[in-house]
């Protein structure tokens, strides 16, 4: 007997991204359905115009709560969650199939499936983006997202959780300004998940987390062999390192800022 299987898109402004994502996943998908977090772009006319998609919307707060808020409004058990900058392959759609099918091990709630990352559309192969995988296709009724405000998995026992031999094709940004901007929201993120945990800033990891991080990266781990995609890649990465640590300093450290109306007070006084 034939499964059911809603395909999950999470977006924000990706008018470049969404359509093709639609459409790779059209083809295994009994519902597609778009969970959009404020779209000021062409996205959301886009959605509407691709017959067969349901469009649900709500205020973004981080990955996890908003895929949380997302995961029970599916239509059926199965739920494949795919990112908007992510393309199913043939391949994977058909293993996906038969996971839902009952064909293969129905003692699972979730599985992972690794990604072929693209920079700026040139494919990386190494800067440890070659072990990228995250845990996308899930029960509905048995998954849900760990309470972090950035890299969040799925919370489902290890022997419940297998491995998908498909990968999605992951197109990481199309404009290097864009994926700066993304890395700096990444950072804060990651220094309250950080600083959550009680972890404190000190000296010798503000100034050794970049060149550590870049050095593992585009020595150790190969990054010279993708070109200057991967200095790219592993510069973003170093300074995303640096961010981190940079934001969770400022929020043990920073000092309040002053008050304009007492500034204001205490220049009129001294002028008096």
Same mark, same amino acid.
């Given at each position: 007997m034939a499964g059911k299987l809603t395909v999950l898109i999470p977006c924000k402004n990706e008018r470049m991204n969404i359509r /093709?994502?639609?459409?790779?996943?059209?083809?295994?998908?009994? @519902?597609?359905?778009?969970?959009?977090? +404020?779209?000021?772009?062409?996205?959301?006319?886009?959605? %509407?115009?691709?017959?067969?998609? %349901?469009l649900i919307e709500r205020e973004y707060v981080c990955s996890a709560d908003f895929?949380? #808020?997302?995961? /029970?409004?599916?239509? $059926? @058990? #199965?739920?494949?969650i795919v990112d908007a900058d992510e =393309?199913?392959?043939?391949?994977l759609a058909k293993e996906i199939r038969r996971i839902v099918d009952g064909a293969d091990d129905a003692t699972k709630d979730a599985y992972w499936i690794g990604r072929d990352n693209h920079y700026l559309g $040139? &494919?990386?192969?190494r800067c440890? #983006? !070659? !072990?990228?995988?995250?845990v996308r296709l899930? =029960? %509905?009724?048995?998954c849900r997202y760990t309470d972090r405000w950035v890299h969040a998995e799925i919370d489902a026992p290890a022997e419940r959780v297998g491995r998908l031999? +498909? =990968?999605?094709?992951? *197109?990481?940004? #199309?404009?290097?300004?864009? *994926?700066? =901007?993304?890395?700096?929201r990444y950072a804060e993120w990651g220094a309250r998940n950080y600083h959550q945990a009680g972890k404190h800033p000190n000296l010798l990891k503000l100034a050794l987390a970049a060149p550590v991080r870049f050095l593992q990266l585009y020595l150790l781990r190969g990054g010279f062999l993708d070109g200057i995609p991967g200095l790219q890649v592993c510069m973003h990465s170093a300074y995303y390192s640096y961010q981190k640590q940079a934001k969770l300093w400022e929020m043990h450290y920073?000092? /309040?800022? /002053?008050? &304009? @109306?007492?500034?204001?007070? !205490? $220049? !009129?006084?001294?002028a008096a």
């Amino acid at each position: 007997m034939a499964g059911k299987l809603t395909v999950l898109i999470p977006c924000k402004n990706e008018r470049m991204n969404i359509r /093709p994502c639609i459409e790779s996943v059209q083809s295994i998908a009994d @519902e597609v359905l778009v969970a959009d977090s +404020g779209s000021t772009d062409d996205t959301l006319a886009i959605v %509407r115009s691709i017959d067969g998609c %349901r469009l649900i919307e709500r205020e973004y707060v981080c990955s996890a709560d908003f895929k949380n #808020w997302a995961i /029970p409004q599916a239509a $059926h @058990e #199965w739920v494949l969650i795919v990112d908007a900058d992510e =393309r199913v392959t043939p391949k994977l759609a058909k293993e996906i199939r038969r996971i839902v099918d009952g064909a293969d091990d129905a003692t699972k709630d979730a599985y992972w499936i690794g990604r072929d990352n693209h920079y700026l559309g $040139h &494919p990386i192969k190494r800067c440890g #983006w !070659n !072990n990228d995988g995250v845990v996308r296709l899930v =029960r %509905r009724d048995a998954c849900r997202y760990t309470d972090r405000w950035v890299h969040a998995e799925i919370d489902a026992p290890a022997e419940r959780v297998g491995r998908l031999q +498909g =990968r999605f094709v992951h *197109y990481t940004t #199309w404009d290097s300004d864009h *994926y700066s =901007r993304k890395m700096v929201r990444y950072a804060e993120w990651g220094a309250r998940n950080y600083h959550q945990a009680g972890k404190h800033p000190n000296l010798l990891k503000l100034a050794l987390a970049a060149p550590v991080r870049f050095l593992q990266l585009y020595l150790l781990r190969g990054g010279f062999l993708d070109g200057i995609p991967g200095l790219q890649v592993c510069m973003h990465s170093a300074y995303y390192s640096y961010q981190k640590q940079a934001k969770l300093w400022e929020m043990h450290y920073a000092l /309040p800022q /002053p008050d &304009p @109306e007492l500034e204001r007070d !205490n $220049h !009129n006084q001294q002028a008096a």
